[in-house]
């Protein structure tokens, strides 16, 4: 029998958009199983999609096709090998599937030489693991698979989230490529899957403009601005992080590359460090600021903002003239209009002039869907300081 949830009148945008909410729905199907396929439509009974629900969460369905189609094995498989299909010729280490952006809600996986890492945000992926590997698998070819779902996502949804090796056990590191720099990725460690892929073009854009220059690193996690400005010609770096997972990896990844004699890595807090810097009246030529998330939600918006202003403030005020600047938010919330206005308050709070060399966003392996803003979360500016 087909599980069918009907839609309220005027709640149209489930045509264009992934997510159903509670608010959003008329009446479901009594027999439809918690993770289970419904068939979407709208007041007047014509077909929308066909998604996956919950009636946990206040998120309730999340569509995967706005075509008539089973979803099932061959399903799987073929929006699998169009995700992958996708990202041709980003190499070993790359985002395969992009949850939404892939018309694949509630799914995650990332590559990283012999190991995807599957990561599943909702109830409905998380039932279907298994399938979901052996469709990938049959696509890239034998991978190890790692289970790294998030706990938050995992209470939300009502489900046990996996941590650890979906069936055969795969190396517990892999040393990938990114241009000239070699990063090691604990597999299971670390923040996201292991690194930050979301910043892998802009470390490659970024670090370049370090050559000749003293570099400073904030929010370093496992210092991969720092290793591709030092081997660029970076005359050093200092790297800030707090988290003692990260500092390891920074380290490693220093003396991996070569390049740790000429790099200091602090186990500081980010705000205080800069501040000192500031009053010891240090200068650099390129800053990066990388900061986590300061809103996971929009009532944290205004101190998140504050936050950002905060560090912004300070970078450009440790910052030579004609030295570069790239900063970033990865918080949703903060929109690009936002982050450019705080940035813009900043640089006159701290009496300099900046020059838009480009704005940056997520790499090219994490897509963003115009109908769904949400796809869109990394936004950042590279400034140059004017003499």
């Known amino acids: 029998m087909i599980s069918v949830l009907r839609l309220k009148r005027g709640h149209d945008r ?15 199907s009594d027999r439809v199983e918690p993770g289970g396929v419904v068939t979407i439509i709208d007041a007047g009974r014509r077909f929308v999609g066909r998604g996956l629900f919950n009636p946990r969460p206040a998120l309730c369905c999340r569509i995967l096709t706005w075509v008539d189609e089973a979803i099932d094995s061959s399903f799987w498989q073929r929006r699998l090998a169009s995700a992958v299909a996708a990202r041709a ?19 995650v996986v990332d590559r990283y030489g012999p190991v995807a890492v599957l990561q599943t945000v909702t109830l409905g992926m998380a039932r279907r693991r298994d399938e979901l590997a052996a469709a990938l698998r049959a696509i890239v070819g034998e991978v190890a698979v790692f289970c790294a779902d998030d706990l938050t996502a995992a209470t939300l949804e009502g489900f046990e989230p996996a941590a650890g090796w979906l069936d055969a056990a795969g190396p517990t590191s892999v040393v990938i ?49 720092a290793c ?16 003692k997972d990260a500092l390891a990896g920074a380290i490693d990844n220093l003396a991996l590359n070569g ?55 300070r970078a450009i005020r440790l910052l030579e003239p004609g030295g570069v600047l790239a900063t970033f938010s990865c918080s949703h919330h903060v929109s690009a209009d936002a982050f450019e206005g705080m940035v813009r308050d900043a640089s006159a709070d701290a009496g300099a002039r ?8 997520q790499s090219a392996d994490h897509p963003v869907l115009l109908t769904v803003p949400e796809t869109r979360y990394l936004k950042g500016l590279l400034l140059e300081r004017m003499g």
């Open 14 to 28: 489930a045509r264009v958009h992934p997510w159903i909410f509670k608010g959003d729905v008329a009446d479901v």
């Open 89 to 107: 010729g980003r190499g070993g280490a790359v985002r395969l599937v992009w949850s939404e952006a892939d018309a694949l809600a509630g799914l």
């Open 177 to 225: 490529e990114e241009g000239p720099t070699r990063l090691l990725v604990r597999i299971g460690g670390g923040h996201k899957t292991g690194l930050y892929l979301d910043q892998a073009d802009n470390r490659l854009r970024v670090g370049p403009l370090g050559a000749g220059r003293a570099v400073l690193d904030v929010f370093a996690y496992t210092a991969g601005f």
């Open 228 to 243: 591709h400005a030092l081997l660029a010609g970076a005359t050093s770096a200092v790297c800030i992080e707090s988290s």
């Open 259 to 313: 390049v740790a004699a000429r790099a200091e890595v602090r186990d500081v807090n980010a705000f205080d460090e800069l501040r000192r810097l500031d009053r010891a009246g240090e200068r650099f030529g390129l800053i990066v600021l990388d900061p986590p998330p300061f809103a996971r939600g929009r009532s944290a918006l205004e101190g998140a903002l504050r936050g950002y202003k905060e560090i912004n403030l």
């Open 354 to 361: 900046l020059r838009l060399l480009a704005p940056l966003t």
